[in-house]
Structures are given as C-alpha cells and as structure tokens.
C-alpha cells in the first residue's frame, strides 16, 4: 500500500528557532494535511491544503506557522520561532477529494 | 462546521465480550464519516468510512459500524473484543477539503 513519508522522525530545537518537517505525500493525492497530538491526546487539526493554496486553517495555525510544497513531491511544515507549547507529535497526511487519509508515521518535535 | 464528538474517554472489555465505541456527529450537509486507530508511537491507521449506502459498514481487524442518521451517530462495533484491540480509536468527519476528529476514546481490552 502507498505511504506518506515524514523526515525527521524526531526532531529536538531550541526555544525560538526554526524548524521545516518534512513530508512526501502519496503521488496522486491532491489534498495534504497537517495535524499535530500532544502527549498522545487528541489529534488536532492544523491546516489543508489543496492546488497550491491553503484551503483551511484552525486557530492554532497563527503566524509562526507556514506551509509550503516547494517541488511536485514535498510538503513542508515551518515554524518560524518554536515556542515550548508547539512540542508535540507532527502528522502529515494525504488524501483525495473525499476519500480517508493517509497518514504519516509523524515527527516527534521536543522544544526545549 | 461539522464535528464529532466522543463521549467517552476510556472504554474497558474484557476479552471475547462485544465492544462499543461511541461517536456522534453534527455536520451540515450529507456526512463523511470515517474511524481511525493509533497504536502506541504509531500514526493513525484507516478502519472503515461510511459515505453512502448501507448504513452498516464493515472494515478491518472485524471492525464494523453503524450510521444511525435519526440519532446522528456512528458507533464503532466488534462482536469479540481481542486484547490486541487494544488502541486509541477516532471518529472523524470529512467535509470537502477538510476532516476533524474527535477527542479519541482509549480501548483496553483485558485477558
């Protein structure tokens, strides 16, 4: 079965520094996902993605964060200046129109 | 916006009883509904949606559930728990571009 692919697969920074994750969604999926869990608590939506746009946000997703696919293939997660709150697993996931997601394996971010 | 809402925290079984977990949703148009479980350091796995047709869905590991429109839920269902069962399992609805889960019920089934 295809997979979503998220590098690192942990991630440890600095308070106030910059951190990209990284993922490489299934190659025919047009719509791309992030969530992130804290302390394997409730999955909480970030942010959707769809033709090169943002298509919906939550309110977590402030300034500090920003997405991008920067090629045909990646899709990047940043945030500008990590504050401790933002540790918590990062699941990127895939989909087409109306169909379930799939998700990736995650990136544990521990902000220190 | 839609939501899915899971009453429950924690459901304990023992092995071999029938398991039940509950999820409501409130959506504004015709719901997408779908439950996810997440192993212990694992991402979350598809088990089953419900998109149309028989309101009774079948999925993996001997999942199955049940659209009830009338008292809008979508309760998850196994006739014989396993102790492998064991997991955390999200309800979720899927609106277009966008799907939000629910709170997450933990599943400990017992030997």
């Known amino acids: 079965e295809p997979e979503v692919t998220q590098t690192p697969s942990h991630q440890v920074t600095q308070m106030g520094q910059e951190v990209i994750l990284r993922c490489v969604p299934i190659?025919?999926?047009?719509?791309f996902y992030w969530y992130r869990q804290i302390l394997g608590q409730k999955v909480e939506f970030l942010v959707s993605f769809y033709n090169n746009e943002i298509s919906e946000k939550s309110e977590i997703f402030d300034d500090q964060f920003s997405v991008e696919r920067p090629d045909g293939s990646n899709f990047t997660l940043k945030i500008r200046s990590t504050k401790l709150e933002d540790s918590a697993m990062y699941f990127c996931a895939s989909s087409r129109l109306n169909e379930k997601l799939f998700f990736g394996s995650g990136t544990q971010l521990s902000v220190l | 916006a839609q939501s899915v809402a899971q009453p429950e925290d924690q459901v304990n079984v023992a092995e071999g009883n029938p398991l039940t977990v509950k999820c409501t949703y409130s959506?504004?148009?015709?719901?997408?509904l779908f439950w996810y479980v997440q192993y212990p350091n694992r991402g979350l796995q598809f088990l089953l949606k419900?998109?149309?047709?028989?309101?009774l869905v079948k999925g993996s590991y001997g999942f199955e559930a049940e659209f009830n429109k009338s008292q809008t839920s979508f309760h998850l269902k196994k006739p014989s728990a396993l102790v492998s069962d064991s997991a955390l399992y999200f309800c979720a609805v899927r609106d277009n571009n966008d799907m939000r889960f629910g709170a997450g019920t933990r599943l400990t089934v017992k030997p």
């Open positions: 959506v504004s148009g015709n719901p997408y």
């Open positions: 419900y998109i149309t047709g028989d309101n």
């Open positions: 190659s025919n999926h047009l719509y």
